[in-house]
């Protein structure tokens, strides 16, 4: 679709605030203490390769858009992330990875629950290929708590969602976190998404772990 084209075109660019408001640096605080065998879930255009320490030895970059796995690729061909040495790109959905069971040392999913179709699928098959006590570490924005807001995430969802890639404004992703069979949250932050319309402000950040 020509939105989904353009959304992938211009999604680095589109960023830039956010990331210099310190999206950044959340980013880099979700990722850098990882090590082992690594998944993303929707790595979109990459946003995240810089920030993979080098006790990461291998990285599985999963994105189901052929338009963001063409950006994708092309960052990792020019060596971003360790280059593909380390980085394997896999277009493939959060529903069903190309890792068999226990695989993975831990999984980084930044802004990715909001717009996946099936949270409860992609958060089972997370658990299916995280070893226990895998980490599964996110950022997320969600669900506002206050009525009001949520009441205008609600109205405004739809046409959010047009304009965003299929991104949802009103997700509850802490509840679906709770509520994944296999995985224990330990440690979530209430945080704020910056430089984005207050729509879409509410965040989360932490960890959930395979039991
Ligand atoms: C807002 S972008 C975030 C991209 C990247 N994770 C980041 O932090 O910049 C949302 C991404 O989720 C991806 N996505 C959509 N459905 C998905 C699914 N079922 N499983 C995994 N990723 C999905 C989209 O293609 C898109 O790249």
């Known amino acids: ?18 990331e210099r408001g310190g999206l950044t640096a959340m980013r880099a605080e979700a990722i850098g ?6 998944v993303e879930l929707g790595a979109g255009t990459g946003l995240n390769l810089a920030h993979y320490p080098a006790a990461v030895d291998r990285l599985i ?8 796995v063409k950006r ?26 190309p890792l068999q069971d226990g695989e993975a040392d831990a999984i980084v999913c930044t802004l990715v ?9 992609v958060l089972a098959e997370a658990v299916r290929v995280l070893k ?20 205008w995430q609600d109205r405004l969802n739809r046409p959010w969602g047009a304009l965003a890639g299929g991104c949802n404004a009103n997700r509850d992703t802490l509840a679906a976190l709770r509520a994944a069979p ?14 984005v319309p207050a729509l879409v402000r509410p965040l989360i950040r932490g960890e959930a772990v395979r039991v």
């Open 113 to 121: 629950l909001c717009t996946a179709p099936d949270v409860p699928g």
């Open 132 to 151: 226990p006590g895998g980490r599964f570490r996110f950022v997320e924005h969600v669900r506002a708590d206050g009525h009001r807001h949520a009441a």
């Open 33 to 38: 203490d990882l090590s082992g065998t690594v």
């Open 182 to 195: 296999g995985l224990e949250v330990r440690g979530v932050r209430d945080d704020s998404f910056p430089g």
């Open 72 to 97: 994708l690729r092309a960052k990792v061909a020019a060596g971003e992330g360790g280059g593909p040495e380390r980085v394997t790109v896999a277009q493939a959905g959060g529903e069903r990875l």
């Open 61 to 68: 970059a999963t994105e189901p858009d052929p338009h963001m």
């Open 1 to 18: 679709m020509i939105l989904d084209r353009l959304f992938a075109a211009g999604y680095d660019v589109i960023f830039q605030r956010a």
